[in-house]
């Protein structure tokens, strides 16, 4: 009953930008970690960026200084903003959300986007 959704995602010239947006949607009662992955083709799902409810960020090294994760959590929204983009950044991005969901038990649930696809070219 949480759905993901991610936009933003296109085409860009190395040196440009993006701005990734998460909707996370249904029954929550709150969500405490989201974070942004990405899949390049051959490569397994790394993480990019997360945000703990209380703000801590984490970045993997290789974009750090470039990108900036953030959120929303009045409208439980997260968002990536990528500057400078590389070449190598190009991957299929999802969104992910650690969340407990309301019920007649709240269960603590992880939930994925549907991903977003960011392609960097020369």
């Known amino acids: 009953q949480v759905q993901l959704v991610e936009s933003g995602g296109g085409l860009v010239q190395a040196g440009g930008s993006l701005r990734l947006s998460c909707a996370a949607s249904?029954?929550?009662?709150?969500?405490?970690?989201m974070g942004w992955y990405r899949q390049a083709p051959g490569k397994q799902r790394e993480l990019v960026a997360r945000i703990t409810s209380n703000g801590s960020t984490n970045y993997t090294d290789s974009v750090k200084g470039r990108f900036t994760i953030s959120r929303d959590s009045t409208k439980n929204m997260a968002f990536l903003q990528m500057n400078n983009l590389k070449p190598e950044d190009t991957a299929v991005y999802y969104c992910n959300a650690a969340l407990f969901q309301t019920g007649i038990i709240p269960r603590y649930v992880e939930v994925w986007g549907q991903g977003t696809l960011v392609t960097v070219s020369s």
């Open positions: 249904g029954r929550i009662f709150s969500i405490n970690v």
